[in-house]
């Protein structure tokens, strides 16, 4: 081989820098993609949703464990072709990984598009999603688990207030409920053990909490809109950012395969 060919394609090789740097931010990826899917499926199993399908049907309230199983086996399925991609140089995974990334970050972008048009249209399905799952307190320990979260970290109870848990047949204050929780809220409502929803508000207000979290939870988003915008902005730039390192790959893997 000649020295001006020798020189030619040095220049033209895969730079090291983006494969490994790639290959690294890929691997903490599909790492955090297959922990978010290991407890989604562990929850599954603990729950015995493996052994009664049927209950995967069961749309009563949201299941928190999709959650996990949905975001981690996306996260699992695109830090994998990253990784192979990266390491073994391989166009096709390469092009998979950053046109999903890129759909992925154009969903996104739609979805901050059409929650701010429609902004009153998403309120009111918040509001029926609350009271869906309000209805579903007790049919599901993680959904109990992750409602109780909710009420006790923003203060609040029910989607409007304490009387949205007269949807639950445990607490409603129908005559005809045979519940000891009757006429009741669940102890994240409350700030003292003292749950009963008392006649007077103002009584109430001793006992249990008596906003809504639809409320509260815009409160907390005018209250932390730069935090909230800031981690959104990062994430987007992430994304940005490991589509331009994969198609920087895939262009030096084009140039060295062009001048063999």
């Known amino acids: 081989i000649s020295r001006k060919q020798h020189q030619l394609f040095k220049a033209v090789e895969v730079s090291c820098c983006v494969k490994y740097f790639l290959f690294g931010f890929n691997i903490i990826f599909w790492l955090l993609g297959a922990a978010f899917l290991g407890i989604g499926l562990w929850a599954w199993t603990e729950k015995g949703v493996l052994s009664n399908m049927a209950s995967i049907t069961d ?143 103002l009584d109430q207000q001793k006992y249990i909490h008596t906003k809504g979290c639809v409320g509260q939870f815009e409160r907390w988003l005018q209250d932390n809109l730069i935090i909230v915008a800031g981690v959104f902005v990062g994430i987007a730039l992430l994304q940005i950012f490991g589509i331009c390192l994969a198609q920087n790959l895939v262009s030096d893997v084009k140039a060295v395969k062009a001048n063999w």
């Not at 464990?65 to 995974?93: D, P």
């Not at 739609?110 to 009271?131: E, P, R, S």
């Open 59 to 201: 749309l009563g309230g949201f299941d928190p464990v999709w959650l996990f199983i949905v975001v981690g086996g996306v996260m699992f399925i695109l830090g994998f072709a990253g990784c192979i991609g990266a390491l073994r140089e391989n166009t096709l995974l390469l092009k998979f990984f950053s046109v999903f990334l890129g759909l992925i970050f154009f969903l996104e972008l739609t979805a901050g598009i059409l929650t701010f048009v429609f902004k009153d249209w998403i309120k009111d399905q918040l509001n029926f999603f609350i009271n869906n799952n309000v209805k579903a307190y007790r049919d599901d320990i993680d959904l109990q688990n992750l409602i109780d979260f909710t009420q006790e970290y923003w203060s609040c109870c029910g989607a409007h207030g304490p009387n949205d848990w007269n949807l639950n047949i445990y607490f409603n204050c129908t005559e005809f409920n045979p519940s000891r929780e009757r006429c009741g809220v669940p102890f994240s409502c409350c700030n003292y053990i003292i749950n009963l929803r008392l006649n007077s508000e």
